[in-house]
């Protein structure tokens, strides 16, 4: 394992429902990143979290919520998702990004929208 | 600008072959290339990874070689194996900015 983890594995919600993604790292790391994975499509960053704060924002829709209450846990919240949003979403971490961008991935959340 | 391209799009090579994978680039910033493998119900995994100041990295059977004038970089897969399928992701950053620009991916089949 990588030392980061990500739960659930799988979630099915429907486009009215509210639920979140979990992501908790034990590599002593101070960033740590949301990545969504779409089929034949690059791997797209969502937000970077760096010592807690927020730095990166990439266009993310509103309905996408992340939440960093300390450096080894992240979070993102969901609302009025769409189907086009179904998709694998990657949490990762590395030690300091303004030193080396070596990332470790978690396992992915498979998440459908029905 | 910010874009990384990766061909192909999908790989079959026969056991004991050499995979090749190649990307490029535009910024001239960039400045750490990272090859990543990923196994399907998994996240990627850093596999290798280059600076520009060297045109050749090698590690066991992966090796990377970098051209920095074409702005272009590859993994090479020497003596494949089936234990080798899975896909395989190139990126770039920059230093001090916690951003990977990643490929499209490759997916690589290595039959016996």
């Known amino acids: 394992e990588t030392g980061v983890t990500q739960t659930p594995r799988h979630l099915v919600m429907g486009m009215t429902n509210k639920k979140s993604l979990k992501c908790e790292q034990h590599?002593?790391?101070?960033?740590m990143y949301w990545y969504k994975q779409s089929a034949k499509k690059p791997l797209e960053l969502m937000f970077v979290y760096n010592f807690k704060e927020q730095t990166e924002n990439n266009s993310v829709p509103s309905r996408f919520s992340p939440e960093c209450p300390n450096s080894s846990h992240l979070f993102l919240h969901l609302h009025t998702l769409q189907p086009e949003d179904s998709a694998l979403y990657l949490c990762?971490?590395?030690?300091?990004?303004?030193?080396?961008?070596?990332?470790?991935f978690g396992q992915g959340t498979r998440l459908t929208v029905v | 600008q910010q874009q990384v391209k990766q061909s192909p799009q999908s790989l079959i090579v026969q056991k004991g072959g050499i995979s090749i994978i190649n990307c490029a680039y535009e910024n001239t910033a960039f400045d750490y290339f990272p090859w990543y493998q990923q196994f399907p119900g998994k996240g990627p995994a850093l596999l290798i990874a280059?600076?520009?100041?060297?045109s050749e990295k090698k590690e066991g059977r992966f090796t990377i070689s970098f051209n920095k004038s074409a702005k272009q970089f590859s993994l090479h897969i020497m003596d494949s194996q089936p234990g080798d399928s899975a896909t395989y992701f190139c990126a770039a950053s920059i230093r001090g900015r916690d951003k990977l620009i990643f490929g499209t991916g490759t997916r690589l089949q290595v039959f016996p």
């Open positions: 280059i600076r520009p100041d060297v």
């Open positions: 590599l002593g790391h101070n960033a």
């Open positions: 990762a971490s590395s030690q300091d990004p303004r030193v080396e961008t070596e990332a470790f």
